[in-house]
């Protein structure tokens, strides 16, 4: 029988898969470089908190930021500046998706074996390109 993956390993993998896709590169300031990540500490930021359990490991809901950009996200922006910035770098669809997403009831822990399937075709996708 097969282990589930730990949810440290789920991060990991989801934090790759934001990274390769942003290009590693910020998406609100575009610091960092395809090389790695040019010197700029990037991280793997959940749009709604991961403590929203069934989100945590959506990509949706998870986008590439810079240290700088990532603290501007939780302690600079105020009334809703981030949410303004997120509406106008990806459209008022993802957000409204994951509003849907969030007000759902139900399945409050996901199949971490489920989740490691989703990604791992993610990861596959993300690195063979469009």
Not at 67 to 79: D, I, M, S, T, Y
Request: charged share 30%; proline share 3%.
């Amino acid at each position: 029988m097969v282990e589930p993956p730990s949810e440290r390993e789920l991060d990991a993998l989801a934090g790759r898969i934001v990274k390769t896709r942003a290009g590693y590169r910020c998406e609100r300031c575009g610091r960092g470089g395809a090389d790695g990540n040019g010197g700029v500490v990037l991280h793997c930021h959940h749009i709604y908190t991961r403590s929203i359990k069934r989100m945590k490991w959506l990509l949706l809901n998870l986008i590439c930021l810079c240290q700088g950009c990532h603290h501007w996200w939780h302690e600079v922006a105020q009334g809703g500046e981030q949410w303004d910035w997120l509406v106008e770098k990806f459209g008022g669809e993802r957000l409204r998706r994951l509003q849907m997403i969030k007000a759902q009831r139900g399945q409050k822990n996901p199949d971490l074996k489920l989740t490691k399937l989703y990604l791992d075709r993610e990861w596959e996708k993300v690195c063979d390109g469009p």
